[in-house]
């Protein structure tokens, strides 16, 4: 009981964050799955459906808020993919990889230009930032709700993939591109499709994050952005399920760590982790057998 | 149609490069002198940067020009951004040496000083820091003055603080790599022990804006004072977890946290939050005044000041450097940096508004007192506390 009473406000915490984690990690991993590209650019949407948020309340309702983060969110992925992207298919897989850098450096910089790299604070929404109590440990209302979602919308997802028409486009694509096209299948529906469940899902992270670390500023995409990444990479690139297992992972592991007194080391430990992933089982978790015609 | 894209994109991007070199050359006439203000305006440090800029400029406005020399001149002020980064800051200070200002002012946030002290001590440029509190700053570069207090002074104030209010036990939050912070714990914690106090010490990483566990531990071990003297970025952010949290303690911090971002934050929150500072708003009437009119009549200042128009220390502070550099132009009688940097160590101002400057050999401001506030959660103001010496 004592054991509990200690660590329930890190293990809480973390798996909070956890979900959040998932929720962008969903996006680098799908593209990942169909393109073969790591969307570098992710982290920096994440941020802007954040920024978006602000200047949006002062004008709309909430519920007319949140919808609109979403909807933004994905007209500007889809927007990315459509102008930085798809030109390029058929370049040298390192081209679009520095398309993709360069898109999220002109995320930044642009907010950085928007902002004037003041911190921008995020309004409160007042449901989520309730104060509650659980067992011995006081948190927001936020990190309570965060893993319930999360559950609920990565079920609907893994349903989606598995039972609907455009699902089974989807994993046709992700297994070979060039037949699955030679089959029928519209390509670039696919893509767009990715594109919207991924950025549309990192919008919904992006409220529930901000909810509970309430500072935005142009950089505020990169770090859970590369944590969401290594997380897509633990959990095998690829796999939803994955993904989502290894950002709940990552998220409770490094809150373990900073109870432990080893706050320093935090942020070493997730990137310590990608690397001995990397070296011992390359293809992560749930990650399929590499088959790659490369 | 494609080429025509890339011809117009192109166009485009070199008229912007362009533009951008336009600015530079609208300084016309032999009579203007120039002043370098070093401060960030983006990044972690950005919001802090940008008020005490503030200062300078509304001391600008004041007192636009100087009398060097029996010759009268127009002051203008050449602005850079060292977007509170230690690589950054180097650039910065080399623009300000190559477009030949007379005297350096800043900056807020003591690493990008110690950074770029070697650039302006390459140069022989004189160097006034503002609110730079590291010793590190001043103590290996002949050419930095500064006229606010020290860090061991400020740590020293702080831990005395603490002590005399009954708190035996203290957690300290520094950032990594953060000269500013892991310099005022330092101090804070070896005066803090001397006086018999017990500390629990942590840091966080770079870009972290999870303060979740760092505040379970300090309700874990069982503190009584949260003291995380960090960016003020930083700081809305544990203000933000303490209150969810129930942090239970006060929290303890330095100069950087007098900015209305912390009042800001604390309003309406269930949390204490206690400071230490230069300046207390109040202290001169006139300049209270006078800066608050300018910042409502402005419309960049005002929201540079974060919305509303609270007088920051840094801001004040800001407005007394710049009075130091006309001071010292005029004891030196001449414009140019040499002269302005051998007049500097003899210097003694008054008039200002937050107290005289005096240099000592290490070219640091003679400082004896900080005031001590604490933040009204609700009215989101600054209560005057104490004056609180170092004895």
């Known amino acids: 009981m004592g054991f509990i009473h200690t660590w329930l406000p890190y293990i809480l915490a973390g798996i909070a964050v956890g979900g959040q984690y998932a929720l962008i990690a969903i996006g680098y991993t799908m593209v990942y799955g169909i393109l073969r590209l790591i969307n570098f650019a992710h982290g920096d949407v994440f941020m802007w459906s954040g920024l978006i948020m ?64 003041l911190t921008k604070t995020y309004p409160t929404i007042a449901w989520l930032q309730k104060t509650v109590q659980i067992g011995s440990a006081t948190t927001k209302m936020v990190t309570v709700i965060t893993p319930i979602l999360t559950i609920v919308l990565v079920f609907l997802l893994v349903m989606l993939i598995k039972h609907t028409k455009i699902g089974m486009a989807m994993r046709a694509v992700s297994r070979d591109f060039e037949t699955s096209s030679l089959m029928g299948i519209d390509i670039n529906r696919v893509i ?72 320093t080391f935090s942020d070493a430990f997730t990137f310590v982790l990608l690397i001995v992933i990397l070296m011992v089982k390359p293809t992560g978790l749930f990650g399929e057998k590499n088959i790659d015609k490369v | 149609m494609k080429k025509v894209l890339v011809i117009m994109l192109t166009l485009l991007l070199s008229m912007s490069m362009l533009a951008g070199c336009g600015g530079g050359s609208s300084s016309g006439g032999g009579d203007t002198i120039k002043i370098g203000v070093f401060e960030p305006a983006s990044g972690d440090n950005g919001a802090g940067g940008k008020q005490e800029t503030l200062g300078i400029q509304y001391a600008n ?15 203008e002020l050449v602005i850079v951004d060292n977007e509170s980064d230690n690589a950054k800051a180097v650039t910065a200070a080399q623009s300000l040496v190559s477009q030949n200002v007379s005297v350096v002012l800043g900056s807020y946030g003591s690493g990008v000083s110690i950074a770029a002290a070697d650039v302006f001590a390459d140069a022989g440029m004189p160097a006034i820091g503002v609110t730079c509190t590291n010793p590190q700053v001043t103590a290996d570069c002949e050419q930095y003055f500064r006229i606010c207090f020290l860090d061991p002074f400020q740590g020293t104030v702080l831990a005395n603080y603490a002590w005399e209010n009954g708190m035996k036990k203290a957690y300290c939050l520094s950032k990594l790599g953060d000269d500013y912070s892991v310099g005022l714990v330092n101090y804070f914690v070896e005066a803090f022990k001397k006086l018999g106090g017990e500390v629990v010490e942590e840091q966080f990483p770079d870009k972290n804006s999870d303060f979740t566990s760092y505040v379970a531990n300090a309700k874990k071990a069982g503190c009584d004072v949260f003291f995380s003297p960090v960016s003020t970025e930083a700081a809305a952010l544990i203000i933000d977890q303490a209150e969810a949290q129930a942090l239970g303690m006060p929290i303890l911090a330095g100069d950087t946290w007098d900015s209305n971002v912390i009042t800001g934050a604390a309003q309406g929150k269930n949390v204490e939050v206690v400071v230490t500072t230069f300046y207390q708003e109040g202290g001169n009437a006139d300049f209270d005044k006078g800066i608050k009119e300018w910042i409502e009549g402005d419309s960049t200042a005002m929201t540079n000041n974060g919305g509303n128009s609270d007088v920051a220390a840094v801001t004040a502070m800001g407005y007394d450097a710049y009075f130091v550099a006309l001071e010292a132009m005029k004891a030196a009688g001449s414009t140019a940096p040499a002269d302005i940097l051998a007049a500097l160590p003899d210097l003694t101002v008054s008039n200002l508004v937050c107290g005289d400057v005096s240099f000592n050999e290490v070219g640091d401001a003679n400082k004896t007192e900080a005031f001590v506030k604490k933040c009204n959660t609700e009215t989101g103001a600054w209560d005057f506390l104490k004056k609180q010496s170092a004895e």
């Open chain 1, 192 to 263: 767009t499709v990715t594109f919207v469940i991924g950025c549309g899902l990192a919008a919904i992270g992006s409220v529930l994050y901000f909810s509970n670390y309430t500072g935005i500023q142009p950089m505020s995409g990169a770090m859970p952005g590369l944590k969401a990444f290594v997380a897509a990479v633990f959990g095998g690139i690829g796999s939803v399920p994955g993904a989502v297992v290894g950002a709940f992972i990552i998220g409770v592991c490094e809150n373990i760590i900073k109870g432990t007194g080893w706050t």
């Open chain 1, 54 to 117: 602000v200047y949006l309340i002062t004008i709309l309702p909430l519920w007319a808020s949140v919808i609109l983060v979403i909807l933004f969110a994905i007209v500007l992925g889809t927007t990315i993919e459509k102008v930085a992207y798809r030109p390029l298919r058929s370049a040298p897989r390192m081209s679009i990889m520095i398309s993709a850098i360069g898109v999220s450096y002109l995320l930044q910089n642009f907010a950085l230009y928007i902002t004037g790299g």
């Open chain 2, 61 to 75: 406005q004041v007192q636009p020009t100087v009398e060097v020399g029996g010759k009268e001149y127009n002051v």
